[in-house]
Each structure stands twice: as C-alpha cells, then as structure tokens.
Nanobody
Framework: EVHIVESGGGLVQAGGPLRLSCVASGLISFGDSAIGWFRQAPGKEREAVSCISGSDGRTNYADSVKGRFTISSDNAKNTLYLEMNSLKSEDTAVYYC???????????????????WGQGTQVTVSS
C-alpha cells in the first residue's frame, strides 16, 4: 500500500524560506517513479508546482515558481523535498505531494495524472 505524508508547512513572512518534505512509502520503486508537488489555494483549482521524473532525474517547474523553488529527492530515504525561497503571499496554499508509480519514468511529469496523494500541508505566507 502506498502511503504519502507531507511535513514542513507553516507560517512564514514574505521573502522568507521554507522547506517541505514528503515521505512516500510502498512504491514499487521510489527512484524510478515520478514524484511531485501540487498546491491548492482557497477558491482556486489545484495546480502543479514541481515534479521529478525518477528514471532520468529531470525536473519540471511551474512558471510561477521557477527560480524560487527547488525540488530534490533522497531515494535512500524515499523522501522528496521542496525548497521554497523568496516566498510570496500568492504562494499561500495547501501543498500536496503525489506520485506516479512506475518502474521506469523518463518524461516531463508536470501535466501527467498522478496516482497517489498525501493529505497536504498548509503553507501561509504573511505579507
């Protein structure tokens, strides 16, 4: 059974940093799966933020976070991270970690359909 748990959310001032973590257990191969971050702000649709294609390590970012957010993973720990810098009030949202289970995944993942989701962690940026 796949289990995804996010952590690291909280309240931060605009311009500040925050790091989110996501532990994904139960995947056939964490290192070959696609793992990503999504967010949903109040009254808005969920949007893709960033993802990693496991088999070739390519990363994808939404235009709104390029240059500010960095996604990374520690395959030995089945953990995904999202380093967020220069946070803005519009980054306020519930952030979700999600996975596409695969034994080989080597394409751009931002627009793909993800199979498994965590419960989310709230990020609030105060201006």
């Amino acid at each position: 059974e796949v289990h995804i748990v996010e952590s690291g959310g909280g309240l931060v001032q605009a311009g500040g940093p925050l790091r989110l973590s996501c532990v994904a257990s139960g995947l056939i191969s964490f290192g070959d799966s696609a793992i990503g971050w999504f967010r949903q702000a109040p009254g808005k649709e969920r949007e893709a933020v960033s993802c990693i294609s496991g088999s070739d390590g390519r990363t994808n970012y939404a235009d709104s976070v390029k240059g500010r957010f960095t996604i990374s993973s520690d395959n030995a720990k089945n953990t995904l991270y999202l380093e967020m810098n220069s946070l803005k009030s519009e980054d306020t949202a519930v952030y979700y970690c999600a996975a596409i289970e695969a034994i080989y995944y080597n394409r751009d993942c931002l627009d793909d359909e993800f199979d498994y989701w965590g419960q989310g962690t709230q990020v609030t940026v105060s201006s």
